[in-house]
């Protein structure tokens, strides 16, 4: 039982354009989700998060949007670079001393 | 400061032996969490250790264990291995576990083989 879902396996955006991934969960306990990215042959590295009281926090060019009655997040990355070519994960967690609970992740390409 | 160290980088192993994977936090550092990743199922939470004792397991088979030493330290054993024990092996640190978790470091990983 899957309780964090990435949907979509792979995206592929051209450079300078809006980069939107998507993020559901099914688990109405959790009230923080956090994003990473992670390039290969390193681990994941934090990039955002947020709370569920919030239901938008932005840093840079990065945005996350959070709809809690449809339990849906998603990370908008505005303009997208090539560098932000990695594979992205969402995570949520309960608040406190839970794990964290990873999606498959989304493959990004930003294409030049 | 240095980061989470995780050696060694890779493993290749036989069916039915077993290994273990050394993970050294960031210093001061107390929380250490151990991941599987594949390409299947994405990252799937081990366990997590705290002041050498663990605080949460998931739901994986008692052929996976691990420990935590006096200095935050963690190894994480694998015995009778098996091939779809193949996969990434990440560890987190953080400072406390009582914190939202964007405090959790990862390290570069153990990429284990088996054959």
């Known amino acids: 039982d899957q309780q964090v879902k990435q949907n979509s396996p792979s995206l592929s955006v051209q450079e300078g354009r809006i980069s939107i991934l998507n993020c559901d969960y099914t688990?109405?306990?959790?009230?923080?989700f956090l994003w990473y990215k992670k390039y290969p042959a390193e681990g994941p590295t934090f990039l955002i998060s947020?709370?569920?009281?919030?239901d938008k926090n932005e840093d840079g060019r990065f945005t996350v949007f959070l709809n809690k009655s449809a339990k849906h997040l998603s990370l908008h990355i505005v303009p997208s670079q090539p560098g932000d070519s990695a594979v992205y994960f969402c995570?949520?967690?309960?608040?406190?001393?839970?794990?964290?609970?990873f999606g498959k992740g989304t493959r990004l390409s930003v294409i030049a | 400061k240095a980061g989470v160290t995780q050696t060694p980088r890779y493993l290749i192993k036989t069916r039915g032996q077993q290994v273990t994977l050394s993970c050294s936090p960031i210093?001061?550092?107390?929380?250490v969490s151990w991941y599987q990743q594949t390409p299947g199922q994405g990252l799937q939470f081990l366990f997590e250790?705290?002041?050498?004792?663990?605080?949460n397991k998931g739901n994986f088979p008692g052929r996976f264990s691990g420990r935590q030493f006096s200095n935050s330290r963690s190894e994480m054993n694998v015995s009778t291995l098996e091939l779809g024990d193949s996969a990434l092996y990440l560890c987190?640190?953080?400072?406390?576990?009582?914190?939202?978790?964007?405090?959790?470091?990862f390290g570069q990983g153990t990429r284990l083989t088996v054959v």
């Open positions: 688990n109405s306990m959790f009230d923080y």
């Open positions: 947020i709370s569920s009281i919030k």
């Open positions: 987190a640190s953080s400072r406390d576990r009582h914190i939202m978790n964007t405090e959790a470091f």
């Open positions: 995570a949520a967690s309960r608040s406190g001393n839970t794990p964290l609970v």
């Open positions: 250790y705290f002041s050498e004792t663990q605080r």
């Open positions: 210093s001061g550092h107390r929380s």
